[in-house]
């Protein structure tokens, strides 16, 4: 699995299972306006862990379909005296197990995002002060571009260009709010959207990695970075 869409299934896993325990609490405190707010919520993750899913096995939906036939019938199982339908019941399983079976045997078609290695491993020459400065190219042809430094214990990230971008339709209102929701802020002219991020360095690398993945695959289409994406280095020594 490619390590932005690894550490972007692994947040909101953990975003899940935070919104079913605050469910689960305000429900037992007859909470249950704030339950229905938190099942929104929840209900936008799994639509989003749904998709990443499917991003990394395009056979993902069909196999989470039998096995949740396959529990069903188990559960029914359970309750069932009657051996003619227990039969029934079994030979229907093991066809939804054979099934699965023979999907987990095909070769898994993903979509693979660049080289998360190498990124993870520039972003860490940065702030190790071993690099200047470089740029993540999202899409050449559209100038589309995070540039990367690292200064007083602070990681800038600026997308440059805001106003060719909104004008080619690149950026519109809605991708505007998602950056700034990732805390991203548009300077005074409009030009640049800029996120700054201070403590450990490990800490503000883990973050940056969970911001970079939902940029790739929730603000923009993921599919249009394919083969586009590189990086570009700026060595410390260079004037």
């Known amino acids: 699995m ?3 869409l690894n550490t972007l299934i692994k947040y909101y896993e953990e975003e899940k299972s935070n919104l079913l325990q605050l469910i689960d609490d305000f429900v037992k405190e007859q909470e249950y306006e704030f339950a229905d707010y938190h099942s929104k919520a929840l209900r936008q993750v799994n639509y ?3 998709t990443l899913y499917n991003i990394d096995d395009r056979l993902y939906d069909e196999k989470a379909a039998r096995l949740k036939n396959i529990a069903y019938m188990e559960k029914l199982m359970e309750s069932e005296s009657s051996e003619l339908m227990k039969k029934s019941l ?3 399983i093991q066809t939804e197990k054979d099934g699965l079976d023979k999907l987990n045997q095909l070769p898994k078609l993903n979509f693979s995002f660049g080289n998360a290695t190498i990124f ?6 940065l702030v190790d002060k071993e690099i200047k400065n470089f740029n993540l190219i999202l899409n050449k042809a559209d100038n589309l571009i ?3 430094s690292y200064h007083n214990k602070k990681l800038k990230v600026t997308l440059p260009f805001v106003k060719q971008h909104i004008k080619k339709y690149i950026l519109h209102d809605d991708t505007l709010n998602k950056f700034l929701n990732l805390g991203f802020m548009l300077t005074d002219n409009n030009c640049a959207l800029i996120l700054r991020l201070t403590g450990k360095k490990e800490a503000v690398i883990d973050k940056l990695k969970i911001i970079i993945s939902k940029i790739v695959f929730e603000v923009f289409w993921f599919k249009s970075f394919d083969n586009e994406s590189y990086i570009q280095i700026t060595d410390k020594d260079r004037r």
């Open 146 to 148: 995070l540039k990367f």
């Open 48 to 50: 989003s862990l749904q």
């Open 90 to 92: 079994t030979k229907i």
């Open 120 to 125: 993870k491993d520039t972003l860490k020459n």
């Open 2 to 4: 490619d390590e932005n």
